[in-house]
């Protein structure tokens, strides 16, 4: 539509008010030339009226006098008509003047003339009069005067059609439309001309803005000129490049922000007063995924987190809750966020509390594991030591015997601490490793060699399989040997009589992994996630033996992860266990 454009709104404007400025001049001008013309013939008949009168009475009325009528008639194409006495006397002839002839009883009979009969004054007006056969009366103007000498009175009559008036009135209204047209069509091209050039820039301007709405900033408002046009072009790009300076200001914060709450370990969620969420990072989408997930429902806060909510923006004060979601637990934290005066939202922290509540547990059951561990060979030496001292043992056997569980009690109780003091400075990272390139297929072969008379000895089958002979990593050979003496000693306590021990290795550019499979008893599904933590044992009713301590396994992961390895479990319970250990090999080894 034009009116939406400016362009079309301004050349309308002005295009209207012209067109209105030229109607309203038409409209006077017709009506000053048609009142011109009238009154132009109402004076030249008002003149030669008077003329005419002058010659009458000047000439008393003889017939002489009016042999200049006749010419001043012919001259002017006027019509004359003269009565004497109220009677007709002298008047155009009609057998000449056959076109607007008003017969001379016309005006006898006319009231409007009554005042030039009776001699009081002059008259001039316009009247009708319908010629015979015309459809419509034609238009006249007529002056009367009254004319005196010493023995008569005359009345005087000059008419003439308006006909010629009104083919002059009708030239001068076709000149002043033709005039006023012209004018039209001059003001619409100036006037499209004009808007045109005054509204480019702002198509410009438009244009840019337009640009600048789709996040290009580059783009600027030339300046045609230097009117109030041209200082908003220079006003509109000072303003564009302090917007786009103010955006990449705000891109930039947006960015630091988004990145300090992607790297936050802790789950953030920001909520309006409403408890609609508006910000939240990686960690707190998983939390809400996690509880969805629980709870089968659509992704939202916990309810409990809800009626937190409300309890900090109903009294402005920070809360707490911890919540337990996916045997996880979580502590919420959530503290008011003002605007100026009022709460506009809240901000949620939530932390993941689990390793710490495990290491709590752990703390506990260390303590408690450690003093049952040493309770049992304390209560033997103490034991055992009462009765040597109280001669219970008669014979040397007996004596002996009681000395020998007492030695290896205490080699018990030697084997924890050390085992535990290994534990503590791998987990602190004091652990000394004497790292060096060696063959570790011999050291597997060396190992497997050690155990063959245990496992003959509980009737168990030991094989070896490895697809190369040979394979140089870069670990600390005694280390690996701790690990491998450790994993070959529990499956053979796992593994029944008439079961199977196998170590397989293989190995790729990278990496040599070595397998430990046994056919024992296997580990509870339960079990498997805490098969390396201290004190972790398998059910002792299943152990060929003696028990272990349990520290053997948080050990052996200690030693590979120091090594930059990976040890890996897998087991079916009644099905057997394997081991997978990854070694880096000595070209891409790590240190």
Not at 436 to 459: G, P, R, S, T, Y
Not at 469 to 480: C, Q, S, T
């Given at each position: 539509?034009?009116?939406?454009?400016?362009?079309?709104?301004?050349?309308?404007?002005?295009?209207?008010?012209?067109?209105?400025?030229?109607?309203i001049?038409a409209?006077?001008?017709?009506?000053?030339?048609?009142?011109?013309?009238?009154?132009?013939?109402?004076?030249e008949?008002?003149?030669?009226?008077?003329?005419?009168?002058?010659?009458?009475?000047?000439?008393?009325?003889?017939?002489?006098?009016?042999?200049?009528?006749?010419q001043?008639?012919h001259?002017?194409g006027?019509?004359?008509?003269?009565?004497?006495?109220?009677?007709?006397?002298?008047?155009?002839?009609?057998?000449?003047?056959?076109?607007?002839?008003?017969?001379?009883?016309?005006?006898?009979?006319?009231?409007?003339?009554?005042a030039?009969?009776e001699?009081?004054?002059?008259?001039?007006?316009?009247?009708?009069?319908?010629?015979?056969?015309?459809?419509?009366?034609?238009?006249?103007?007529?002056?009367?005067?009254?004319?005196?000498?010493?023995?008569?009175?005359?009345?005087?009559?000059?008419?003439?059609?308006?006909?010629?008036?009104?083919?002059?009135?009708?030239?001068?209204?076709?000149?002043?439309?033709?005039?006023?047209?012209?004018?039209?069509?001059?003001?619409?091209?100036?006037?499209?001309?004009?808007?045109?050039?005054?509204?480019?820039?702002?198509?410009?301007?438009?244009?840019?803005?337009?640009?600048?709405?789709?996040?290009?900033?580059?783009?600027s408002?030339?300046?045609?000129?230097?009117?109030?046009?041209?200082?908003?072009?220079?006003?509109?790009?000072?303003?564009?490049?302090?917007?786009?300076?103010?955006?990449?200001?705000?891109?930039?914060?947006?960015?630091?922000?988004?990145?300090?709450?992607?790297?936050?370990?802790?789950?953030?969620?920001?909520?309006?007063?409403?408890?609609?969420?508006?910000?939240?990072?990686?960690?707190?989408?998983?939390?809400?995924?996690?509880?969805?997930?629980?709870?089968?429902?659509n992704?939202?806060?916990?309810?409990?987190?809800q009626?937190?909510?409300?309890?900090?923006?109903?009294?402005?004060?920070?809360?707490?809750?911890?919540?337990?979601?996916?045997?996880?637990?979580?502590?919420?934290?959530?503290?008011?966020?003002?605007?100026?005066?009022?709460?506009?939202?809240?901000?949620?922290?939530?932390?993941?509390?689990?390793?710490?509540r495990?290491?709590?547990?752990?703390?506990?059951?260390?303590?408690?594991?450690?003093?049952?561990?040493?309770?049992?060979?304390?209560?033997?030496?103490q034991?055992?030591?009462?009765a040597?001292?109280?001669?219970?043992?008669?014979t040397?056997?007996?004596?002996?015997?009681?000395?020998?569980?007492i030695?290896?009690?205490?080699?018990?109780?030697?084997?924890?601490?050390?085992?535990?003091?290994?534990?503590?400075?791998?987990?602190?990272?004091?652990?000394?490793?004497?790292?060096?390139?060696?063959?570790?297929?011999?050291?597997?072969?060396?190992?497997?060699?050690?155990?063959?008379?245990?496992?003959?000895?509980a009737?168990?089958?030991?094989?070896?399989n490895?697809?190369?002979?040979?394979?140089?990593?870069?670990?600390?050979?005694?280390?690996?040997?701790?690990?491998?003496?450790?994993?070959?000693?529990?499956?053979?306590?796992?593994?029944?009589?008439?079961?199977?021990?196998?170590?397989?290795?293989?190995?790729?550019?990278?990496?040599?992994?070595?397998?430990?499979?046994?056919?024992g008893t296997?580990?509870?599904?339960?079990?498997l996630?805490f098969?390396?933590?201290r004190?972790?044992?398998a059910?002792?009713?299943?152990?060929?033996?003696?028990?272990?301590?349990?520290?053997?396994?948080?050990?052996?992961?200690?030693?590979?992860?120091?090594?930059?390895?990976?040890?890996?479990?897998?087991?079916?319970?009644?099905?057997?266990?394997?081991?997978?250990?990854?070694?880096?090999?000595?070209?891409?080894?790590?240190?």
């Amino acid at each position: 539509m034009i009116w939406r454009s400016i362009v079309g709104k301004l050349w309308i404007t002005i295009l209207m008010l012209v067109t209105a400025v030229l109607g309203i001049l038409a409209i006077l001008l017709f009506q000053f030339f048609e009142n011109f013309h009238l009154s132009q013939v109402e004076d030249e008949l008002s003149n030669h009226a008077s003329f005419i009168v002058a010659t009458i009475e000047q000439g008393e009325g003889q017939p002489q006098s009016f042999r200049s009528v006749r010419q001043l008639e012919h001259a002017h194409g006027m019509k004359v008509v003269i009565f004497r006495e109220n009677i007709p006397y002298w008047t155009t002839d009609p057998a000449v003047e056959e076109s607007n002839y008003i017969p001379p009883l016309f005006f006898a009979n006319h009231q409007t003339f009554e005042a030039v009969f009776e001699g009081e004054r002059q008259v001039i007006s316009p009247i009708a009069y319908e010629q015979p056969g015309d459809e419509q009366p034609s238009e006249y103007i007529v002056v009367g005067a009254p004319a005196y000498t010493q023995n008569d009175q005359f009345a005087i009559f000059l008419y003439n059609s308006l006909d010629l008036m009104d083919e002059t009135t009708a030239e001068t209204k076709r000149i002043i439309l033709l005039a006023a047209g012209i004018g039209l069509i001059l003001t619409t091209f100036f006037a499209f001309f004009l808007s045109s050039r005054v509204t480019a820039p702002l198509r410009k301007m438009r244009q840019v803005t337009l640009e600048v709405a789709k996040g290009k900033f580059d783009t600027s408002v030339p300046m045609l000129t230097h009117d109030e046009i041209g200082q908003l072009a220079i006003a509109f790009n000072r303003m564009r490049r302090q917007l786009n300076n103010n955006i990449n200001a705000l891109n930039y914060e947006k960015a630091q922000l988004t990145r300090i709450l992607s790297s936050m370990a802790d789950g953030v969620i920001t909520l309006n007063r409403r408890g609609d969420m508006v910000v939240t990072n990686p960690p707190a989408e998983r939390f809400l995924e996690a509880y969805a997930y629980e709870n089968d429902e659509n992704q939202g806060l916990p309810e409990r987190l809800q009626l937190l909510f409300q309890k900090v923006v109903t009294h402005e004060e920070e809360e707490w809750v911890e919540l337990s979601v996916q045997g996880r637990t979580y502590a919420s934290l959530m503290t008011p966020l003002y605007d100026e005066d009022h709460v506009r939202g809240v901000v949620l922290v939530i932390r993941d509390m689990t390793e710490e509540r495990q290491h709590d547990k752990l703390r506990k059951d260390f303590i408690a594991n450690v003093s049952h561990e040493l309770r049992t060979p304390i209560a033997m030496l103490q034991g055992y030591s009462e009765a040597l001292l109280d001669h219970v043992a008669e014979t040397e056997e007996e004596k002996e015997e009681m000395t020998r569980i007492i030695y290896d009690e205490s080699l018990r109780m030697g084997r924890l601490v050390n085992e535990l003091l290994d534990l503590a400075r791998m987990e602190s990272g004091n652990i000394t490793l004497i790292k060096q390139d060696f063959e570790v297929v011999q050291l597997a072969k060396k190992v497997h060699q050690k155990f063959q008379q245990m496992a003959k000895d509980a009737d168990l089958d030991l094989h070896f399989n490895s697809s190369e002979e040979e394979a140089i990593i870069y670990a600390d050979p005694d280390r690996i040997e701790q690990v491998l003496t450790n994993l070959y000693s529990n499956a053979v306590r796992h593994t029944e009589s008439g079961g199977s021990i196998t170590c397989s290795m293989s190995s790729t550019n990278e990496t040599v992994k070595i397998h430990i499979m046994d056919t024992g008893t296997g580990i509870p599904e339960s079990d498997l996630p805490f098969v390396f933590e201290r004190f972790y044992k398998a059910d002792k009713a299943r152990t060929r033996g003696n028990a272990g301590t349990g520290l053997g396994l948080a050990i052996v992961k200690n030693i590979i992860e120091s090594h930059g390895g990976e040890i890996v479990v897998q087991s079916k319970e009644g099905m057997g266990t394997t081991f997978t250990i990854t070694l880096h090999k000595a070209l891409e080894r790590k240190d």
